[in-house]
T-cell receptor
Framework: DAGVIQSPRHEVTEMGQEVTLRCKPISGHNSLFWYRQTMMRGLELLIYFNNNVPIDDSGMPEDRFSAKMPNASFSTLKIQPSEPRDSAVYFC?????????????FGPGTRLTVL | DAKTTQPPSMDCAEGRAANLPCNHSTISGNEYVYWYRQIHSQGPQYIIHGLKNNETNEMASLIITEDRKSSTLILPHATLRDTAVYYCIVINTGTASKLTFGTGTRLQVTL
Protein backbone atom coordinates (compact mmCIF):
# COMPACT_ATOMS: atom_id res chain seq x y z
CA ASP A 1 0.00 0.00 0.00
CA ALA A 2 1.44 3.37 -1.02
CA GLY A 3 -0.17 5.26 1.83
CA VAL A 4 -1.61 8.74 1.50
CA ILE A 5 0.01 10.60 -1.38
CA GLN A 6 0.34 14.36 -1.45
CA SER A 7 1.65 16.67 -4.13
CA PRO A 8 3.59 18.79 -4.46
CA ARG A 9 5.89 18.14 -1.50
CA HIS A 10 7.16 21.70 -1.60
CA GLU A 11 5.56 24.81 -3.06
CA VAL A 12 6.98 28.32 -3.16
CA THR A 13 4.76 31.03 -4.55
CA GLU A 14 4.25 34.74 -4.44
CA MET A 15 1.53 36.55 -2.57
CA GLY A 16 -1.65 36.78 -4.60
CA GLN A 17 -1.09 33.62 -6.59
CA GLU A 18 -3.42 30.64 -6.58
CA VAL A 19 -2.13 27.50 -4.90
CA THR A 20 -3.58 24.01 -5.31
CA LEU A 21 -2.58 21.14 -3.05
CA ARG A 22 -3.47 17.60 -4.00
CA CYS A 23 -4.16 14.44 -2.05
CA LYS A 24 -4.79 10.81 -2.93
CA PRO A 25 -6.17 8.88 0.07
CA ILE A 26 -5.55 5.23 0.79
CA SER A 27 -7.75 3.09 -1.43
CA GLY A 28 -10.92 2.01 0.33
CA HIS A 29 -10.82 4.72 2.98
CA ASN A 30 -14.09 6.62 3.38
CA SER A 31 -12.94 9.73 5.23
CA LEU A 32 -10.42 12.38 4.22
CA PHE A 33 -9.00 15.19 6.33
CA TRP A 34 -6.99 18.34 5.61
CA TYR A 35 -4.77 19.76 8.39
CA ARG A 36 -2.44 22.72 8.62
CA GLN A 37 0.62 22.90 10.90
CA THR A 38 2.48 26.02 11.95
CA MET A 39 4.83 26.74 14.81
CA MET A 40 2.43 29.23 16.32
CA ARG A 41 -0.82 27.26 16.09
CA GLY A 42 0.33 23.65 15.97
CA LEU A 43 -1.69 21.11 14.02
CA GLU A 44 -5.20 22.27 13.09
CA LEU A 45 -8.00 20.47 11.29
CA LEU A 46 -9.27 22.53 8.35
CA ILE A 47 -11.97 20.31 6.84
CA TYR A 48 -12.99 16.70 6.55
CA PHE A 49 -15.01 14.67 4.08
CA ASN A 50 -16.93 11.46 4.51
CA ASN A 51 -17.85 9.53 1.36
CA ASN A 52 -16.72 12.55 -0.70
CA VAL A 53 -19.12 14.91 1.11
CA PRO A 54 -17.75 17.78 3.24
CA ILE A 55 -18.88 17.17 6.82
CA ASP A 56 -17.20 19.92 8.80
CA ASP A 57 -15.38 22.92 7.32
CA SER A 58 -15.41 25.04 10.46
CA GLY A 59 -11.62 25.01 10.54
CA MET A 60 -11.23 26.63 7.13
CA PRO A 61 -9.70 30.01 7.92
CA GLU A 62 -11.58 32.14 5.41
CA ASP A 63 -13.13 32.29 1.97
CA ARG A 64 -9.75 32.23 0.30
CA PHE A 65 -9.58 28.54 1.18
CA SER A 66 -11.67 25.91 -0.58
CA ALA A 67 -11.55 22.13 -0.70
CA LYS A 68 -13.10 19.61 -3.04
CA MET A 69 -13.33 15.86 -3.28
CA PRO A 70 -14.69 15.00 -6.73
CA ASN A 71 -14.23 11.27 -6.21
CA ALA A 72 -13.07 8.76 -3.63
CA SER A 73 -9.46 8.84 -4.77
CA PHE A 74 -8.72 12.54 -5.06
CA SER A 75 -9.04 15.78 -3.13
CA THR A 76 -7.74 19.31 -3.56
CA LEU A 77 -7.18 22.22 -1.21
CA LYS A 78 -7.04 25.55 -2.99
CA ILE A 79 -5.92 28.93 -1.70
CA GLN A 80 -6.82 31.93 -3.82
CA PRO A 81 -5.31 34.45 -3.40
CA SER A 82 -2.46 33.21 -1.23
CA GLU A 83 -0.93 35.35 1.54
CA PRO A 84 2.35 35.05 3.47
CA ARG A 85 0.45 33.99 6.61
CA ASP A 86 -0.71 30.88 4.73
CA SER A 87 2.86 29.55 4.86
CA ALA A 88 2.66 26.22 6.68
CA VAL A 89 2.84 22.48 6.22
CA TYR A 90 -0.45 21.08 4.96
CA PHE A 91 -1.25 17.46 5.73
CA CYS A 92 -3.87 15.21 4.23
CA UNK A 93 -5.07 12.15 6.15
CA UNK A 94 -7.53 9.36 5.45
CA UNK A 95 -9.45 7.01 7.67
CA UNK A 96 -10.95 3.60 6.89
CA UNK A 97 -14.44 4.15 8.25
CA UNK A 98 -15.59 7.02 10.37
CA UNK A 99 -18.24 4.85 11.97
CA UNK A 100 -15.64 2.37 13.22
CA UNK A 101 -13.17 4.72 14.71
CA UNK A 102 -10.79 7.53 14.10
CA UNK A 103 -7.47 5.96 13.20
CA UNK A 104 -6.15 8.39 10.65
CA UNK A 105 -3.26 7.81 8.29
CA PHE A 106 -1.33 10.92 7.34
CA GLY A 107 0.51 11.82 4.19
CA PRO A 108 4.00 13.34 4.13
CA GLY A 109 2.66 16.88 3.85
CA THR A 110 3.12 19.82 1.49
CA ARG A 111 5.38 22.60 2.72
CA LEU A 112 3.95 25.86 1.40
CA THR A 113 5.92 29.10 1.39
CA VAL A 114 4.19 32.28 0.28
CA LEU A 115 6.57 35.15 -0.33
CA ASP B 1 -13.98 15.94 23.86
CA ALA B 2 -11.96 15.72 27.07
CA LYS B 3 -8.80 17.78 27.33
CA THR B 4 -5.44 16.15 27.98
CA THR B 5 -2.33 17.19 29.87
CA GLN B 6 1.12 15.92 28.95
CA PRO B 7 4.62 16.88 30.10
CA PRO B 8 6.30 19.07 27.47
CA SER B 9 9.43 16.96 27.20
CA MET B 10 11.11 13.74 28.35
CA ASP B 11 14.42 12.02 27.83
CA CYS B 12 15.05 8.30 27.56
CA ALA B 13 18.20 6.25 27.07
CA GLU B 14 18.25 4.00 24.03
CA GLY B 15 17.22 0.45 24.86
CA ARG B 16 15.28 1.49 27.95
CA ALA B 17 11.53 1.70 28.26
CA ALA B 18 9.96 5.08 27.60
CA ASN B 19 6.88 5.77 29.72
CA LEU B 20 4.85 8.74 28.52
CA PRO B 21 2.05 9.89 30.84
CA CYS B 22 -1.20 11.62 29.95
CA ASN B 23 -3.87 13.02 32.23
CA HIS B 24 -7.47 13.14 31.01
CA SER B 25 -9.45 13.63 34.20
CA THR B 26 -12.64 14.81 32.42
CA ILE B 27 -12.89 11.82 30.11
CA SER B 28 -16.40 10.44 29.67
CA GLY B 29 -17.50 6.85 29.36
CA ASN B 30 -17.69 6.70 25.57
CA GLU B 31 -14.42 8.47 24.85
CA TYR B 32 -11.33 6.65 23.63
CA VAL B 33 -7.68 7.47 24.31
CA TYR B 34 -5.59 7.70 21.16
CA TRP B 35 -1.85 8.14 20.79
CA TYR B 36 -0.11 9.54 17.73
CA ARG B 37 3.45 10.63 17.20
CA GLN B 38 5.15 12.99 14.80
CA ILE B 39 8.73 12.46 13.82
CA HIS B 40 10.46 15.61 12.60
CA SER B 41 9.32 16.71 9.12
CA GLN B 42 6.87 13.81 8.77
CA GLY B 43 3.11 13.48 9.10
CA PRO B 44 1.65 12.24 12.38
CA GLN B 45 1.61 8.48 12.81
CA TYR B 46 -1.03 6.46 14.62
CA ILE B 47 0.38 4.36 17.47
CA ILE B 48 -2.39 2.80 19.54
CA HIS B 49 -5.78 3.47 21.13
CA GLY B 50 -7.95 2.07 23.90
CA LEU B 51 -11.17 2.53 25.81
CA LYS B 52 -10.61 0.99 29.26
CA ASN B 53 -8.56 -2.15 28.86
CA ASN B 54 -4.82 -2.16 28.43
CA GLU B 55 -3.76 -2.55 24.83
CA THR B 56 -0.59 -3.77 23.13
CA ASN B 57 0.54 -3.83 19.54
CA GLU B 58 3.82 -4.11 17.69
CA MET B 59 4.70 -0.50 18.43
CA ALA B 60 3.70 0.10 22.04
CA SER B 61 1.56 -0.69 25.05
CA LEU B 62 -1.18 1.51 26.47
CA ILE B 63 -1.99 1.34 30.15
CA ILE B 64 -5.24 3.04 31.21
CA THR B 65 -5.98 3.48 34.92
CA GLU B 66 -9.09 1.90 36.33
CA ASP B 67 -10.83 5.27 36.75
CA ARG B 68 -9.70 6.17 33.19
CA LYS B 69 -8.46 9.58 34.31
CA SER B 70 -4.94 8.95 33.11
CA SER B 71 -2.96 6.67 30.83
CA THR B 72 0.63 5.78 29.99
CA LEU B 73 2.12 4.97 26.63
CA ILE B 74 5.02 2.55 26.91
CA LEU B 75 7.68 2.06 24.28
CA PRO B 76 9.37 -1.07 25.67
CA HIS B 77 12.81 -0.64 24.07
CA ALA B 78 13.22 2.90 22.81
CA THR B 79 15.51 3.55 19.86
CA LEU B 80 16.85 6.76 18.37
CA ARG B 81 14.13 6.52 15.71
CA ASP B 82 11.51 6.91 18.44
CA THR B 83 12.57 10.51 18.99
CA ALA B 84 9.40 12.44 18.20
CA VAL B 85 6.52 14.47 19.60
CA TYR B 86 3.90 12.18 21.14
CA TYR B 87 0.28 13.29 21.26
CA CYS B 88 -2.38 11.91 23.59
CA ILE B 89 -5.88 12.60 22.26
CA VAL B 90 -9.24 11.79 23.78
CA ILE B 91 -12.12 11.53 21.35
CA ASN B 92 -15.69 10.31 21.11
CA THR B 93 -15.62 8.18 18.02
CA GLY B 94 -19.39 8.08 17.90
CA THR B 95 -19.64 11.73 16.99
CA ALA B 96 -17.14 13.86 15.16
CA SER B 97 -13.91 12.57 13.74
CA LYS B 98 -11.96 15.66 14.67
CA LEU B 99 -8.54 15.00 16.15
CA THR B 100 -7.48 17.94 18.30
CA PHE B 101 -3.73 17.89 18.70
CA GLY B 102 -2.34 19.63 21.77
CA THR B 103 1.32 20.40 22.29
CA GLY B 104 2.27 16.80 23.11
CA THR B 105 5.43 15.45 24.74
CA ARG B 106 8.72 15.81 22.95
CA LEU B 107 10.60 12.54 23.60
CA GLN B 108 14.34 12.62 23.07
CA VAL B 109 16.02 9.21 22.95
CA THR B 110 19.75 9.40 23.58
CA LEU B 111 22.68 7.03 23.32
Amino acid sequence: DAGVIQSPRHEVTEMGQEVTLRCKPISGHNSLFWYRQTMMRGLELLIYFNNNVPIDDSGMPEDRFSAKMPNASFSTLKIQPSEPRDSAVYFCASSPDRARGDTQYFGPGTRLTVL
Amino acid sequence: DAKTTQPPSMDCAEGRAANLPCNHSTISGNEYVYWYRQIHSQGPQYIIHGLKNNETNEMASLIITEDRKSSTLILPHATLRDTAVYYCIVINTGTASKLTFGTGTRLQVTL
